[in-house]
T-cell receptor
Framework: DTAVSQTPKYLVTQMGNDKSIKCEQN?????MYWYKQDSKKFLKIMFS???????INETVPNRFSPKSPDKAHLNLHINSLELGDSAVYFC??????????????FGPGTRLTVL | LAKTTQPISMDSYEGQEVNITCSHN???????ITWYQQFPSQGPRFIIQ???TKVTNEVASLFIPADRKSSTLSLPRVSLSDTAVYYC???????????????FGKGTKLSVKP
């Protein structure tokens, strides 16, 4: 009965590879996010989707491409992985856009290590 | 974007009350104040949110003075399991709104000792 789940939990890969991280939420929420937490523990938003539509696309390399097949899923595909992409990636969801409610539900994170 | 400033770290002992203060001098009229908790190797978890005065839930209390330029998260009788990083954020909660959707700073690393 996990609310927000991510797979895989750990991902180790070589530079230049392409990889995907999957996220699913069973909360019925309309809005989903991807965050990146670097080695210095800064947690920064990357993308936001509302009902399968891209709402926010922060300044991230275009090697990162989110895909939302339905409002319960938001996957993150990364092309040509670089060393600097090593981080923990968190998926999150929220009931709706426009509400004065800052409660987001975060997944357990995916630790990506690029060698 | 309203910037927040909070202590980098705090130490406490079990059973004590812990108060973590956050400064947000540029808070906008529509901004709410939200606190999150993050344990190692886990995603952040929502603790409490408020607009003004005092908010209390089963986990914590949030005190917000009239000018709203600061806020204080109060954790009553902490235990070892409260050791975590605590983030203070301000924003209006709308995607694309003033807070740019939850900008997390470095937070306050709370260490609770026996």
């Amino acid at each position: 009965d996990t609310a927000v789940s991510q797979t895989p939990k750990y991902l180790v890969t070589q530079m230049g590879n392409d990889k995907s991280i999957k996220c699913e939420q069973n909360l019925g929420h309309d809005t989903m996010y991807w965050y990146k937490q670097d080695s210095k523990k800064f947690l920064k938003i990357m993308f936001s989707y509302n009902n399968k539509e891209l709402i926010i696309n922060e300044t991230v390399p275009n090697r990162f491409s989110p895909k939302s097949p339905d409002k319960a899923h938001l996957n993150l595909h990364i092309n040509s992985l670089e060393l600097g992409d090593s981080a923990v990636y968190f998926c999150a969801s929220r009931p709706g856009q426009g509400a004065f409610d800052n409660e987001q539900f975060f997944g357990p994170g995916t630790r990506l290590t690029v060698l | 974007l309203a910037k927040t400033t909070q202590p980098i770290s705090m130490d406490s002992y079990e059973g004590q009350e812990v108060n973590i203060t956050c400064s947000h001098n540029n808070i906008a009229t529509n901004d709410y104040i939200t606190w999150y908790q993050q344990f190692p190797s886990q995603g952040p978890r929502f603790i409490i949110q408020g607009y003004k005065t005092k908010v209390t839930n089963e986990v914590a209390s949030l005190f917000i003075p009239a000018d709203r330029k600061s806020s204080t998260l109060s954790l009553p009788r902490v235990s070892l399991s409260d050791t975590a990083v605590y983030y203070c954020l301000v924003g209006d909660g709308r995607d694309g709104g003033s807070q740019g959707n939850l900008i997390f700073g470095k937070g306050t690393k709370l260490s609770v000792k026996p």
